[in-house]
């Protein structure tokens, strides 16, 4: 339970939530994208599960939220993006400058 409260309250608390694991290559070049847009970064969140007691805890609780049980997992103003392949897919159709472009 702390777990889910845990997430729901980083994803409301940051207008892009990204929860990723440091050594993850994947989950940098999300991370890579996301500090290319021309936002205040301070609305970005970056949880390190690998980092953290209850990061295993958390990823699943996200898997059971999205169904995606691999990091990263990407939250915009509170929807689901999903994960690397899908940031990176939004950004080369223009659908990412949309979707931050009222943050």
């Known amino acids: ?13 940051n207008a892009i939530a990204v929860f990723s694991k ?10 890579s994208v996301i500090s290319g847009l021309k936002i205040d ?3 970005v969140g970056v949880l390190e599960l690998d ?3 209850d990061g295993a805890d958390i ?22 993006l999903g994960g690397c392949d899908a940031i990176v897919s939004a950004q080369s159709s223009g659908e990412l400058d949309k979707l931050v472009a009222s943050l």
């Not at 339970?1 to 608390?13: S, V, W």
């Open 59 to 80: 990823q699943g609780y996200l898997k059971e939220k999205t169904g995606q049980g691999t990091v990263p997992n990407i939250f915009i103003s509170g929807k689901h």
């Open 51 to 53: 980092q953290m007691n």
């Open 22 to 31: 440091s050594y993850c290559p994947f989950c940098n070049r999300a991370k």
């Open 1 to 13: 339970m702390a777990a889910k409260q845990a997430a729901e309250k980083f994803i409301a608390d």
């Open 41 to 43: 970064q301070s609305k």
